[in-house]
């Protein structure tokens, strides 16, 4: 029994001690970039992002946000954007595809790095993942209201399963 | 003005660090636990067939349970009582991080306009298929 015990113990602190070793060092750098606004002022090469899939230039700080800070506060960012009208629905309907696929990258991988997981897979296929479905999401929503389409699919959702988006 | 951010930073990693340690420890001794009582095998004895799909154990249905009800630092604590190999621990990982926290995150995502079906049919399906790549890319090697 008192092994058991140790053993969980031990554990347990190990965990802890390994995810805290990286989970300040970020907190750090994030709080860094947050303080100084890095990511407003970094929307410039991550144009790319608008251009792929084909949403406004006001997409970029939302997309960038949610995938290193994470949804929540992705979600902020993108709820404030869209109470400004600088975001169509149907960029609303593709950044939030991106994120709920991935979002917090650096936190997400490295936490499972902690437990012995292969980082750049991880991170890799889930990066790829996200922009596959965006990018084919994107090319088979060519109109701006996204309502109006789910309104379609609806009927569609119940003859076929590929058709759901 | 850095000082204040590092500091911040610093207090926000505690403030993170002693949440997850919340979490994780009591799953950690749980867990733990759990090893040592029959009911762990039989959990894994009743989800042998589904976990096999993605190469994994049967107890690895409770880590997903973890990850997917509660979220990725409860996962943590659980992979890290049960003993897994690097791979079964990278496909764990990797469906995880598509598919983890599903109640919060899920309600996150309704307030951006996007159903909670789409949500969770998507990031599930996704979790799925790269569990099983994963998973049977580990037999191949």
């Known amino acids: 029994m008192m092994d058991i015990l140790k053993e969980a113990a031990l554990g347990s602190f190990n965990s802890v001690y390994s995810i805290a070793i990286i989970i300040i060092p970020i907190m750090i750098v994030m709080q860094l970039m947050k303080d100084y606004q890095v990511l407003d002022k970094a929307t410039g090469p991550f144009s790319f992002l608008s251009k792929i899939f084909n949403t406004s230039q006001e997409s970029v700080l939302p997309f960038l946000v949610g995938i290193i800070f994470g949804l929540s506060y992705g979600a902020g960012v993108i709820i404030q954007s869209a109470k400004e009208g600088n975001l169509s629905k149907r960029d609303l309907f593709l950044i939030t595809v991106f994120l709920i696929t991935c979002h917090a ?23 790829l993942a996200a922009f596959l479905l965006t990018y084919i999401l994107s090319k088979r929503i060519k109109i701006e209201d996204v309502s109006k389409l789910e309104a379609e699919d609806g009927q569609e959702l119940c003859h076929n399963h590929k058709q759901i988006f | 003005m850095i000082v204040k951010s590092v500091i ?49 154990p049967g107890e690895a249905a409770i880590i997903l349970v973890l990850g997917n009800f509660l979220n990725i ?26 598919s983890h926290s599903q109640l919060v995150e899920t309600a996150v995502a309704k307030k951006l306009g996007i159903s909670g079906f789409k949500v969770v049919f998507i990031r599930v399906s996704l979790a799925v298929v790269s569990g099983i790549i994963i998973g049977r890319m580990g037999i191949l090697l």
């Open chain 2, 8 to 56: 911040d930073g610093f207090k926000k990693g505690l403030e993170t660090t002693w949440m997850l340690a919340k979490i994780i420890v009591p799953v950690f001794f749980v867990v733990t636990f759990l090893q040592y009582t029959p009911i762990l095998g039989w959990v894994a004895e009743l989800f042998k067939p589904v976990m096999a799909l993605f190469n994994l």
């Open chain 2, 73 to 98: 630092y409860a996962a943590i604590g659980a992979i890290k009582a049960v003993d897994l190999s690097a791979l079964e621990i990278t496909t764990l990982s990797m469906m995880l991080s598509f």
């Open chain 1, 105 to 127: 990258v650096f936190e997400d991988t490295l936490l499972f790095v902690a437990v012995g997981a292969n980082g750049w897979l991880l991170l890799g296929v889930r990066t």
